[in-house]
């Protein structure tokens, strides 16, 4: 159910990001915004300590929202940064590179999950560590976004 929830809400940021996003704004600057969603989401996961449902909802909801633009900014902000010709090659590699991302995650964070301690009493669903990695990698996205910007 989380997941289905977690697509859904992906779905409904890239829309909105698509529908109020004006032609000539920042899109590195809505890149961040959206990472910032995400690492908020990751944060309020690491609160929920893996039972308090509110705070849970709350961060797959941000997480959701911020993430389906994850997919939808890079070849945006590509178009704008590369001359027409390198365009495609560019997106072709923003692809890879992000398919890549997105096939070895899983294992990256089975792996944080399994080699860090589990607090006493904690629930199985706490995983702070976790969600810790996943913040940090949301915050590193930020400050690429940023330090890509023109100035």
Do not use: K
């Not at 995400?38 to 893996?50: E, K, P, R, V």
């Not at 001359?83 to 992000?98: F, G, K, M, N, Y």
């Not at 629930?123 to 702070?128: C, H, I, Q």
Request: glycine share 10%; with cysteine; hydrophobic share 60%.
């Amino acid at each position: 159910m989380a997941m289905a929830l977690a697509t859904a809400l992906a779905i409904a940021g890239r829309t909105l990001v698509g529908w109020i996003m004006p032609l000539g704004a920042d899109r590195r600057l809505v890149a961040c915004a959206s990472c910032a969603l995400q690492m908020t989401g990751s944060l309020a996961f690491i609160a929920a300590a893996g039972s308090r449902v509110p705070l849970l909802c709350l961060g797959i909801a941000l997480f959701g929202i911020g993430f389906g633009n994850s997919t939808s900014l890079p070849p945006l902000i590509a178009q704008v940064e590369f001359v027409d010709e390198d365009v495609p090659r560019v997106v072709a590699l923003i692809v890879a590179i992000a398919q890549a991302a997105y096939a070895f995650a899983p294992a990256v964070f089975g792996v944080i999950r399994s080699l860090t301690p589990h607090a006493e009493g904690a629930t199985s669903g706490a995983a702070p560590y976790l969600f810790a990695a996943a913040a940090l990698a949301q915050g590193l996205a930020i400050a690429a976004f940023a330090a890509g910007r023109r100035r």
